[in-house]
């Protein structure tokens, strides 16, 4: 059975979810460009994170399957760096984390919940879109001159 519940900043497994966020993203090291903003997250970002309420978990047990960043901003609770244990995908763990992420945002009255995935990770797109997401804008990143992400929101 699969729980849901926030990390605290001083929770003892924070330096299990940098590492979780390292086996998730592997995959997409190949495929994107420019590289993820992965490679700049500290455990002094993740505590930080959790220290705002910003850090939700799945959990198997104690085991850490998943996470979740959350960042409250205007009328939208945008959801960054979902992650879930590779072998453990595709059971429910993501989407058990964007209905804590939309349950919050509805606790604090916001409207929409946000997210944004590669331009090419098409498989995103469409696990997105089978949870009520859809697109509304294309974003590059600094230097380049094509959308290198997209935005998809939720409406609650």
Same mark, same amino acid.
């Given at each position: 059975?699969?729980?849901?519940?926030?990390?605290?900043?001083?929770?003892?497994?924070?330096?299990?979810?940098?590492?979780?966020?390292?086996?998730?993203?592997?995959?997409?090291?190949?495929?994107?460009?420019?590289?993820?903003?992965?490679?700049?997250?500290?455990? #002094?970002?993740? %505590?930080?994170?959790? !220290?705002?309420?910003?850090? =939700?978990?799945?959990?198997?047990?104690? @085991? /850490?399957?998943?996470?979740?960043?959350?960042?409250?901003?205007?009328?939208?609770?945008?959801?960054?760096?979902?992650?879930?244990?590779?072998?453990?995908?595709?059971?429910?763990?993501?989407?058990?984390?964007?209905?804590? #992420?939309?349950? %919050?945002?509805?606790? !604090?009255?916001?409207?929409? =919940?946000?997210?944004?995935?590669?331009? @090419? /990770?098409?498989?995103?797109?469409?696990?997105?879109?089978?949870?009520?997401?859809?697109?509304?804008?294309?974003?590059?990143?600094?230097?380049?001159?094509?959308?290198?992400?997209?935005?998809?929101?939720?409406?609650?």
């Amino acid at each position: 059975m699969i729980s849901v519940r926030e990390i605290s900043s001083d929770a003892a497994i924070l330096p299990d979810v940098l590492e979780l966020l390292h086996r998730s993203f592997a995959y997409m090291e190949d495929r994107i460009d420019p590289p993820s903003s992965l490679h700049r997250l500290t455990p #002094a970002n993740i %505590r930080e994170t959790a !220290r705002q309420g910003g850090l =939700v978990g799945a959990f198997d047990g104690e @085991e /850490l399957v998943g996470c979740v960043f959350l960042k409250y901003d205007g009328e939208a609770l945008y959801v960054g760096k979902l992650a879930v244990e590779p072998g453990r995908q595709g059971h429910g763990i993501g989407r058990a984390l964007i209905l804590e #992420a939309e349950r %919050r945002a509805a606790d !604090r009255d916001f409207l929409k =919940v946000t997210l944004q995935t590669r331009i @090419e /990770l098409i498989e995103n797109h469409t696990a997105f879109a089978k949870m009520g997401f859809v697109k509304t804008g294309e974003t590059a990143h600094d230097g380049y001159d094509r959308p290198t992400s997209i935005t998809m929101t939720k409406i609650l």
